[in-house]
């Protein structure tokens, strides 16, 4: 059985907890390694090599800072094909997916190759009578990241890759579903040049996650996870003095008007529900077409795009998606899909107990779409992140505008129209942090930035762009004067410019 261990200092660190978790393959449901689990004590362990490092990390000139981001950028992209093998093996999406998972993590990289010039400060010359200001960025110290499963490379380089080039040293939480990709970053950020320290992995459940949120040396706390932890993290952080932003779970809508291009639309919303099984915080679980025609329309197309879908391992080049992460997951979908038969949808397509040749033991769960979902639903209300399809009718534009506003989660929205005055008052009155026109999945591109509203993001800056050089640096100001000549007498009244 092989065991994950920390990362802690440069080096491989076996658990001395004692407690380890089992790491999965999803396709044959078969336990394939150990997770080491820290304690507190070994959280510290991470963080007291992370303050020596960036004692010194902080020092390093910007560009050679971000030298160490090309190389790894060089790196990462010389060994695609391993890092996208190892991570589907723990994960479950098909390869060409987890190679879209890495080359995500990458564009954030190369933003931070470009971060020299995000920190520049401001000057202003003359400011009062021989007096100048100016301000600098200047990194927070030792900064951690609590990660998700469902995106175990892309989510870790927005983090660490804009946090370690500011001139931060990093603590890395990954999600211990899949805990193996990680480990291999912070092993390339070694061989690209980072100092032993700057980049530390470690492993864990709550236990370590509460070490992060307690550390008094740590001053930032970035995670990405569901709800309910994202706000307990965003609590304990704040409670703890530190700055934090605590991204959540989600629930998307693609709202499809009668003029929509449908089958462009159908093409565009079965890919961004189904694939990944449905494990993306970006996903597009719920439909909302507008008018009995539009729907009718849809539902039928939606019926036989999906009786077209491949299902298969993770390894299978023709599959458009592999299983779910684990058997928790798996009967938790599957709990959601018979919880919307009992509160009434209808279940058009049913993928429970699907089984695939050879691969009987696999967390497979076969595409399903549920017709007539509507907001009272339970079933509607909670993000069920796996391979279901909703339709929630809506008769008017105005109705389908409320859905996504006024949902919980307000993490993406999509709209499919060919109606440009249409599309600009959706994407300017819905109640959404980041909207597609046309576009399923609205990731933004890495320069500007990843955000939901609502329940699906607690605190103020958002990942990546210039949102992420804020969150991993503060602002100094100084006010300078060289005076000359006779002495000035003691001000007692604060100084203005009048
Ligand atoms: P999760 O909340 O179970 O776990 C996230 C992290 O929190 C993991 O590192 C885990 O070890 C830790 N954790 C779990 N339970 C904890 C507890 N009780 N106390 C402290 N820490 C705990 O999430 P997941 O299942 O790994 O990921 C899926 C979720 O992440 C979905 O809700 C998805 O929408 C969300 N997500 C959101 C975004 C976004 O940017 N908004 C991106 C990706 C995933």
């Known amino acids: 059985m092989r065991d994950i261990h920390h990362f802690i200092d ?31 004590e070994e959280v510290d362990v991470a963080v007291q090599a992370a303050v020596r490092a960036q004692a ?13 981001m090309f190389e790894f950028k060089r790196l990462v992209e010389a060994r695609m094909d391993e890092l996208a093998t190892l991570l589907s093996s723990e994960h479950g999406k098909v390869i060409a997916d987890s190679k879209g998972d890495i080359q995500r993590g990458l564009e954030v990289i190369e933003f931070a190759c470009g971060v020299p010039h995000a920190m520049k400060g401001e000057y202003t010359e003359g400011a009062g009578p021989g007096i100048d200001v100016y301000s600098m960025r200047q990194p927070l110290g030792v900064a951690a990241g609590i990660t998700p499963f469902n995106f175990p490379a892309m989510i870790p380089m927005w983090m660490f890759g804009v946090a370690i080039a500011c001139g ?23 061989e690209a040049g980072a100092p032993a320290g700057v980049l530390n992995v470690v492993h864990g459940d709550k236990t370590a996650v509460d070490a992060i949120l307690r550390h008094p040396a740590i001053a930032a706390v970035s995670f990405v996870g569901s709800s309910d932890i994202a706000h307990y993290v965003y609590r304990e952080a704040a409670a703890h003095g530190k700055r934090c932003q605590a991204m959540g779970g989600a629930k998307n809508h693609g709202i499809i008007l009668p003029d929509a291009d449908l089958d462009q639309a159908v093409k565009d919303i079965v890919g961004a529900a189904y694939g990944s099984a449905g494990e993306r915080c970006m996903a597009l679980p719920v439909v909302v077409p507008v008018g009995e025609k539009t729907a009718g329309a849809l539902r039928e197309r939606l019926v036989d795009e999906v009786a077209g879908l491949k299902v298969g391992v993770s390894t299978d080049a023709a599959a458009q998606y592999g299983p779910v992460v684990n058997a928790a997951h798996r009967k938790r979908v599957e709990d959601y899909i018979q919880l919307g038969v009992d509160e009434g949808a209808e279940l058009v397509v049913d993928g429970r ?28 209300q909670d993000e069920i992140f796996g391979p279901v399809l909703q339709i929630a009718r809506a008769e008017t534009f105005e109705e389908a505008l409320a859905l996504p506003s006024n949902h919980a989660y307000g993490n993406g929205v999509a709209i499919f129209t060919r109606n440009g005055r249409a599309a600009r008052e959706f994407a300017s009155r819905v109640n959404v942090g980041m909207v597609g026109i046309n576009v399923p999945i609205p990731v933004p591109v890495a320069y500007h930035t990843f955000g939901g509203w609502k329940r699906s993001a607690f605190g103020d800056a958002n990942q990546h762009g210039m949102e992420g050089v804020r969150f991993y640096t503060k602002v100094k100001t100084v006010t300078a004067r060289w005076p000359e000549g006779a002495l000035e007498d003691s001000a007692f009244v604060i100084p203005t410019m009048r």
């Open 56 to 68: 010194e990390w902080g020092q390093v000139n910007p560009q050679r800072r971000a030298r160490v």
């Open 353 to 380: 107990g699907f089984a695939l040749q050879g691969f009987e033991k696999g967390f497979f769960i076969g595409p399903t779409l549920f017709d007539r979902v509507t907001p009272q639903m339970k079933s509607y």
């Open 10 to 40: 440069g080096e491989a660190r076996s658990g001395a907890s004692g407690r380890f978790g089992d790491v999965f393959d999803p396709n044959t449901g078969e336990v394939q390694a150990k997770v080491a689990l820290a304690s507190a």
């Open 168 to 190: 931060n040293a990093f603590i890395l939480k990954p999600s211990e579903k899949d805990p193996s990709v990680p480990v291999r970053l912070a092993e390339l950020m070694m």
